[in-house]
């Protein structure tokens, strides 16, 4: 079996170590992929500290994958040794179902098989991009458009395509007023790709330090969320808000920014994921509740040509591998996401210090 590098957990609160991991060997439609960055996404961080219970360990996470392709299998048509390709949220799903014959294999009704912490149906528990390589099934790889920069895409394969994809179901454009709530590493994206869409887009988050960046991605305004009268001025103003957020937020102070059918689209998973609203704050305006999940691969493909033809990838900070620990411990300092520079993984002799 083809053994790679990488970065594991061997369990909740453990420190990262150095670990030696086997890939399958190639089935006929099998890519293999040289992994050269890896985004480190919040959900990353959920999964570590087994936020929702259930995490496979030892856990090698990573689901925002971007490389070149090393071999591929016999049957193998779309992808060749030398493309650059990416790896998102997903590595398998049932394929049968009607969500996965439309294109929506992150709603397959068996459940996607997810990029690391998941049971294949070979009965293998995933592993993720943390790692020199990995060995994907073709139809979830995804090309990356020549015009995007490895590094600056590998967010877009889980962060962009999650904020992508309500954008899209939502119809965010011109005439639309859009609010994203929280600019980390998918609120950024949101920003960057509803201003690329042509909507009137309003940056809602708690730090004022990063209004400058907002507007130079393309928001109209910033509004701090601590400040009530601010957010009072924008009561009704909004068609659609897509809350990022990773942790609790006022449910009824938010849905009263929304206009007569507007809806607040969940993508932030917080630890703990319950939320409570009062009922009359949907009535009077007819508003909706709603929730998103990832993107489905081709969305994920429209996604990254659109992000292509609009210059779009992400603010990252490229680490080494060795400061892993540092960077989850300060997710919320970064602008706006950290990816492992994967080649600095070889050069690794010990497990990265922890933080
Ligand atoms: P991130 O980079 O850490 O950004 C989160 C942002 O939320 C922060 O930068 C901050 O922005 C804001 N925030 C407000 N209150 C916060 C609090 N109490 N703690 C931390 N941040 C707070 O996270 P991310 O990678 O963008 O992910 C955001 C959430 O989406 C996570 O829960 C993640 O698991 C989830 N997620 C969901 C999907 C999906 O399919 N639905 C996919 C990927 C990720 P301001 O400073 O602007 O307030
Ligand atoms: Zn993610
Ligand atoms: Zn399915």
């Given at each position: 079996m083809p053994s790679t590098l990488a970065l594991s957990l061997?369990?909740?609160g453990a420190p990262f170590t150095l670990t030696t991991i086997e890939r399958r060997p190639l089935r006929a439609n099998d890519v293999r992929i040289d992994i050269r960055f890896s985004g480190i996404c919040h959900t990353d961080l959920h999964f570590g500290q087994d936020d929702w219970g259930g995490t496979f360990f030892p856990l090698v996470p990573g689901h925002e994958i971007t490389g070149v392709v090393s071999e591929v299998g016999g049957a193998v048509t779309e992808f060749a040794p030398g493309d650059r390709a990416g790896v998102g949220c997903?590595?398998?799903?049932?394929?049968?179902c009607a969500p996965c014959r439309s294109g929506d294999e992150q709603y397959c009704t068996e459940g996607f098989v997810k990029t690391y912490s998941a049971r294949d149906h070979d009965g293998t528990v995933t592993l993720g991009g943390y790692s020199q390589s990995i060995t994907v099934s073709e139809h979830f790889v995804l090309r990356i458009p020549d015009a995007l920069e490895l590094d600056g895409a590998a967010p877009l394969l889980c962060a962009g395509a999650t904020v992508y994809s309500p954008l899209r179901r939502w119809q965010a454009g011109p005439g639309m007023r859009v609010g994203v709530l929280g600019m980390g590493g998918l609120g950024h994206l949101g920003v960057k790709i509803a201003a690329a869409m042509g909507a009137e887009v309003t940056l809602l988050g708690r730090s004022p330090d990063k209004k400058d960046d907002a507007l130079s991605f393309g928001a109209a305004r910033f509004v701090d969320t601590r400040d009530s009268e601010q957010l009072a001025g924008l009561a009704?103003?909004?068609d659609l808000l897509i809350n990022t957020v990773p942790a609790q937020i006022d449910m009824d102070a938010h849905l009263?920014?929304?206009?007569?059918?507007g809806t607040l689209v969940h993508v932030g998973a917080p630890g703990d994921p319950t939320a409570s609203y009062n009922v009359f704050s949907l009535l009077g305006a007819r508003r909706s509740i709603a929730g998103s999940s990832i993107g489905g691969i081709r969305e994920t493909q429209d996604m990254l040509d659109f992000c292509a033809r609009h210059h779009i990838t992400s603010e990252i900070e490229k680490i080494p591998a060795d400061r892993v620990s540092e960077a989850w411990a300060n997710l919320s300092g970064v602008r706006y996401r950290y990816v492992i520079d994967v080649a600095t993984l070889g050069t690794l002799h010990t497990s990265p210090p922890a933080f």
């Open positions: 061997p369990a909740k997903m590595v398998n799903s049932c394929g049968k009704g103003h909004f009263g920014l929304l206009g007569i059918d």
